[in-house]
Nanobody, 112 residues
Framework: QVQLVESGGGLVQPGGSLRLSCAAS????????MSWYRQAPGKEREWVAT????????NYADSVKGRFTISKDNAKNTMYLQMNSLKPEDTAVYYC?????WGRGTQVTVSS
């Protein structure tokens, strides 16, 4: 049974940092491209970043490029999203996606 469990969200001031984690199980994590998405209140879910299986190649949405870093630890079956220089517009529920499945999300709120 595939499970994706996000953690690490919370309330942070503008300019601050958070690191999200996505613990995966039920599939061969090292062979699957993994992604982060987010959904702000009243908006559609949007893609944030992807890390592919070969060579650790990463891609980012323009809105987070240079501020967010996606990574994965295959030994721990865990994906991460390091978020720096956070802005109020980064406020959203963040979801991980892999193997065709979604996690339940973790709330990130950027506010002073």
């Amino acid at each position: 049974q595939v499970q994706l469990v996000e953690s690490g969200g919370g309330l942070v001031q503008p300019g601050g940092s958070l690191r999200l984690s996505c613990a995966a199980s039920g599939f061969t994590f090292s062979r699957v491209a993994m992604s982060w998405y987010r959904q702000a209140p009243g908006k559609e879910r949007e893609w944030v970043a992807t890390i592919v299986t070969t060579g650790g190649i990463t891609n980012y949405a323009d809105s987070v490029k240079g501020r967010f870093t996606i990574s994965k630890d295959n030994a721990k079956n865990t994906m991460y999203l390091q978020m720096n220089s956070l802005k109020p517009e980064d406020t959203a529920v963040y979801y991980c996606r892999g193997a065709g499945y979604w996690g339940r999300g973790t709330q990130v709120t950027v506010s002073s």
